[in-house]
Nanobody
């Protein structure tokens, strides 16, 4: 069974940092683009960041550009999101996702992702 399991969420003060991890099991995603999305209370799920299968190409939402860094370790089948200079508006449940298409480019659209984790809560206090 394919699973994506996020970890690393928690409560942090504004200006602080967190590092999220997403460990994949059941299959390897070393040939697949992956991404992070988030859903804040009362809002739609939104794109945060994505990375190509090789890690050579990344994309970010304007709201996190320059503060968040997405990376991956294909040997560990793990995706990361380093979040710096956190703001209260970053409070949300964060989800990792993976595409099923091999060697494809990353996407901003959630419909292009086939596998999803259960999410991890990030709360930023002011």
């Amino acid at each position: 069974q394919v699973q994506l399991v996020e970890s690393g969420g928690g409560l942090v003060q504004a200006g602080g940092s967190l590092r999220l991890s997403c460990a994949a099991s059941g299959r390897t995603f070393s040939s697949n683009a992956m991404g992070w999305f988030r859903r804040a209370p009362g809002k739609e799920r939104e794109f945060v960041a994505a990375i190509s299968w090789s890690g050579g190409s990344t994309g970010y939402a304007d709201s996190v550009q320059g503060r968040f860094i997405i990376s991956r370790d294909n040997a560990k089948n793990t995706l990361y999101l380093q979040m710096n200079s956190l703001k209260p508006e970053d409070t949300a449940v964060y989800y990792c996702a993976a595409t099923d298409r091999r060697y494809g480019s990353w996407s901003l659209s959630s419909v292009d992702y086939d596998y999803w984790g259960q999410g991890t809560q990030v709360t930023v206090s002011s």
